[in-house]
């Protein structure tokens, strides 16, 4: 699918390229003889834009504000609201449009390869080399963060998406224990509901309902599914059984959530649990941050185990930053930032902070939280246990991932939409996807 704004992007691809070519001429000329890379050298502020906007994701990122202006480097923040991304991509692509991209922007995932082919993005390969990167991260981060072979971005840390938080007083005060299993999940949600407590905290914000679904193809069927689905978009797949149970599991967990599911930010659905005004929530370990920093300590008033039927598998996400070349004439503070936000004491407390564990392999464990130690051990096991999440840009390209999301988003808001219709519509639209990936 094209759209208009990437047909843009294209052609001012090909002027920047131009300028770029004049410009790295103009520095060979002059460099050596004249102030002007001295100036270039010395402009040390970095526009920084993300989507970090609750508690917690601004606390962790005034850590890595403070910890790069130790370096003499200061960040300015552009914090665009909307979970999951939905506000920030957008705001990227205008600014890019009109030639105003900021130096340091969170992209995540598929999207990072998305900028990388337009050429718009800083190869950090001598940063990587020189802080061996290769040896220090798990490999599935090491082949998200590269493009045709070069470094494009900087990771921070590894959400695991497949997560359930519960609160620990409600379900001990009715003497239930976590869930593990879709059976136990079921019984749970039908004592708490006898017990007039709300099973469920549920937004009905697309990527939110999104999330559920793709915790429950993997609860039913593992990582391999996911991937045929979500990567490979195999038209085929979206007909077998485990799919129609899927959505009809979704349907089901309708009945435990307040009825109807309003349409939320994540943090206000998370609140709910803190607040026991209700008792369960799936949602990436992003919460834990937040809950943390709203004073609630982790294995206190709220816990988390992985989503029923997930246990040894990691749905992921991974937070990595990249760098707009521009005018190349911040070089040295975007690699800084690079550099820095690998570091193991950088990894350790900005994903304390975060929710995130680290995606270093030397890092610690038993220095972490119940939940993040449970995620980074999951994650280590490696790529078969692994699953990249659609909802945060891990499977797919954007277009494809939005177009996904709406289905699935439809079938939960409209009762009368049925399994098989959805299934039609979405098994219509990979092979659409296929094929103009073929041409
Ligand atoms: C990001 C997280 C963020 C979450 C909620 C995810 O896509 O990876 O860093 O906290 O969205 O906005």
Redo the contacts with the bound molecule.
Sequence with gaps: MIYLTEYVAVLRLALRFARTLMFGALILLFCPATAFCGSAQADTTLQVLH??T?AS?RKAATLLAARLADEGVAWRDVGIPG???IGAGKVLKSRVLANDAPEVTQI?GVSIREWADLGFLLELDKVASANKWNASFFPTIQTLIQHRKHVVAAPLGI?RINTLFYNRKLLATLRLNPPETWEELVAVAAKLKAAGIIPLAQSSEPWQVATLFENLILAESGPDYHRELFVKQNAQAVFDKRFTQALERMRQMKGWMSNPVDERP?TDVVRQIAKREAAMVVM?D?AKGELNEWGFATDDEFSCTPMPGTGKYHLY?V?TLSMFTNDYSRVLAQEKLARLIATPAVQTDYNAV?G?VSVRRDADPTRMDSCARASWNAFAQGAALQAPSLV?RMATDESSRDAIIAVIHRYFIDDTVSAAETQKRLAAMFRTFNNNSRK
């Design positions: 989507w970090w609750s994701e979970g999951a991304g995540i959400h994540w990436g992003w996400s937070d975060k995130s945060h």
